[in-house]
């Protein structure tokens, strides 16, 4: 007959071998949780890259491309373009600038107050990167140093 000790050592063996065979599955799962989380960094990192890249201006040796680009968040404005086609972010920025309050031209603090942002440098310099590149892609004026206003479009 058994002892209650002889009992309760053999119990404590066989959940001491369950231990250690769950810490070898958790670093097991371990292992390949940090080589997905690196995988996802990677392919975040290459996607903000991509849209980066695809957001700047042309080179100097490239000819210009005068219509949208897959990818582009600012496309070239050709005739019966909508501001539609623009990202979100664009598209706020044209209409305030095709608002009333636009008419005369803005300064790009003046922008971020009309957009409700709140005119700090940071979203002071964003906002005249965007109109920056509405001005290059057509979709903008600067009318005098940074100074921005809609295109005037002609009545017909």
């Known amino acids: 007959m058994s002892s209650v000790l ?3 050592e053999a119990r404590e ?3 001491r071998e369950e231990v250690a065979r769950l810490r070898e599955e958790a670093e097991r799962v371990q292992a390949a949780l940090r080589e997905a989380e690196r995988t996802l960094q990677r392919l975040a990192d290459a996607r903000i890259t991509v ?3 695809l957001a700047e201006p042309p080179s100097a ?3 210009p491309v005068r219509s949208a680009v897959a990818g ?3 496309p070239h ?3 019966g373009m909508a501001a539609s086609v623009l990202a979100p972010d664009y598209q706020r920025i044209v209409s305030v600038l095709e608002s009333e309050a636009g008419q005369a031209g803005m300064r790009c603090q003046q922008l971020a107050t009309a957009l409700g942002l709140e005119a700090v440098p940071a979203k002071v310099e964003g906002l005249r990167s965007k109109a920056k590149r509405l001005v290059e892609r057509g979709w903008a004026l600067q009318v005098r140093p940074g100074v921005f ?3 005037a ?3 017909g």
């Open 72 to 74: 582009s968040l600012v």
């Open 51 to 53: 849209a980066e890249v």
């Open 77 to 79: 404005r050709t005739e």
């Open 149 to 151: 206003t809609a295109l």
């Open 13 to 15: 063996k066989k959940v």
């Open 61 to 63: 040796v490239a000819e």
């Open 153 to 155: 479009v002609p009545a």
């Open 6 to 8: 002889g009992l309760l």
